[in-house]
């Protein structure tokens, strides 16, 4: 067992409920199934946050909440930090599924996981009302360990050391960059705007022409990203497409919501991908 895994493992044990945040958008391209492990193991409820659902596609938010609901000793709440009043029914939520505890003497005591840039820290500062985390939009902001009150008789425990994705498929390392900004090499973020480029065609076609004014039949994601260069007048000093513009431009239009509220994933084409990767 490795150091992060035996210390989370411990702190499980003094956990008597656990928040996972997750990003609406692909909650499960954003887990970290150590989290599923750990408290089933020892038998704790799981609040699953699905936050960032400002930015979400509503119906495929909606499809995950049944997802989530359907399993054993789960219960999902999509949200968005961005709404006070989102935030402040997590208390209350938080009682209802651990009721033996949140008394004087069993304080009810929560710990909150989640991999880096789901929202933790913007989640922790809005539940205790007050700045106590640093906030980034770069991966790995959320290191140092708290302890915090939530409320008289309810308590945060240390978050364990980092916990990273477990990259389970290449699309889930494409969705999380897309989304999440993991690094900022051009390249990557050309190979991720084709990713992404491939993705609206499939499901969302009708965002693209709406925010560029394109017409998507017969494109690829390399056409996307073309077609957003060619439209943006994004041009190189030869006269050549300038797709390491357009394609920052594709994602930074997709992270903002600029584009639309778009989910990378449904429980659908979650289980399609699974299949596929099982078959490869
Ligand atoms: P952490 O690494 O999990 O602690 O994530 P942070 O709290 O640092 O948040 C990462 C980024 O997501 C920050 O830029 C936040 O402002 C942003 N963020 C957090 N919650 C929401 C939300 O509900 N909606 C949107 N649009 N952005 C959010």
Redesign the pocket.
Known sequence: MNAAKKEAAEQMENTDLVIE?LDARLPEASCNPLVEELRKFRQRPCLKIL?????ADPQATAAWKAFYDAQDGVTAYPM???KPGDVARIPDICQSLAPHRGVPTKPLRIMIM?I????????MNALLKKRV?K???E?A??KTQQKLYLGKHMVLVDTPGMLWPKIAMASDGLMLAASHAVGSNALIEEEVAEFLGNLLLERYPQLLTARYGFRTEGLDGIAVIEQVAARRGFRMRGGDFDYEKAAHVLLHDYRT?ALGRISLETPETRAAALTQHAAE
Do not use: E, Q, R, Y
């Open positions: 945040v936050n960032k659902i400002d930015l968005t930090t961005k989640g880096p840039n789901v929202g933790k820290s913007t989640l985390a906030v980034g939009d991966p902001v959320t919501g």
